[in-house]
């Protein structure tokens, strides 16, 4: 898979259910970040995770990071209506000054009321 | 919550033509950038841009895109003569300092239409 891959590509939940979306990179990161974006709009940075960080809170947000398998996940718990978005993982790389955020294709979370 | 802004919104442009994208960043950020997505495809990175010079810049950002900070709130991306493959939502993202390690904020994106 290319950098920056989430896992599932579509998500179909209860309100008040987790959804827990995926996400692998290739190359050696300085951190990951999350987005969120509704239809149309765009993109809510969540959170970002370092990478000597493991796992990271926010709210209702869980996000974990595991360097030697180059995954992380994101938790979202008690999900609501209004978290039906698409969620994009989003790396920065080590080399050089590099800035630059890869993203992966996303997730499209729908949770149903 | 300071946001970055962009405009205009949707932009519809002949083939051939030059466009302007412009955005406001947020107003104490230092680094500056542009990313485009083309309808279904991935957010993609174009050039980043600090201390009044471009940073990084992707195999896209070529000889027809070039960015300028003409004053101290705007920052553009101009396309010298546009091509259909052109057609995307472009995003303007700011971030506060010198950290790789901070958040970009991105705007809501302006929608190109190239006819």
């Known amino acids: 898979s290319q950098q920056g891959e989430e896992d599932p590509q579509a998500l179909s939940i209860q309100e008040g259910e987790n959804a827990t979306m995926n996400c692998s990179y290739k190359?050696?990161?300085?951190?990951l970040q999350w987005y969120r974006q509704n239809s149309g709009r765009g993109l809510v940075h969540l959170i970002l995770i370092r990478s000597n960080e493991r796992e990271k809170h926010s709210g209702r947000l869980r996000v974990t990071l595991d360097t030697s398998k180059k995954s992380s996940s994101l938790l979202i718990t008690a999900s609501r209506a209004a978290d039906t978005a698409s969620y994009f993982c989003a790396t920065v790389s080590t080399s050089g000054s590099a800035r630059q955020l890869t993203f992966g294709s996303g997730t499209q979370l729908t949770v149903l009321p | 919550e300071p946001e970055v802004t962009q405009t205009p919104s949707h932009q519809v442009t002949q083939m051939g033509q030059e466009v302007i994208l412009r955005c406001v960043p947020i107003?104490?950020?230092?680094?500056f950038y542009w990313y485009r997505q083309i309808l279904g495809q991935k957010v993609e990175f174009l050039v980043s841009?600090?201390?009044?010079?471009?940073?990084?810049k992707s195999e896209i950002f070529d000889d027809q895109f070039s960015v300028e900070r003409p004053d101290g709130s705007n920052f553009t991306l101009k396309i010298r003569s546009t091509k259909l493959e052109d057609s995307a939502m472009y995003f303007c993202?700011?971030?506060?300092?010198?950290?790789?390690?901070?958040?970009?904020?991105f705007g809501d994106g302006t929608r190109l239409s190239i006819l």
């Open positions: 107003s104490n950020h230092l680094y």
């Open positions: 841009f600090y201390n009044n010079e471009i940073s990084e």
């Open positions: 993202a700011s971030s506060e300092g010198r950290s790789s390690n901070q958040p970009q904020h």
């Open positions: 190359t050696s990161i300085n951190n």
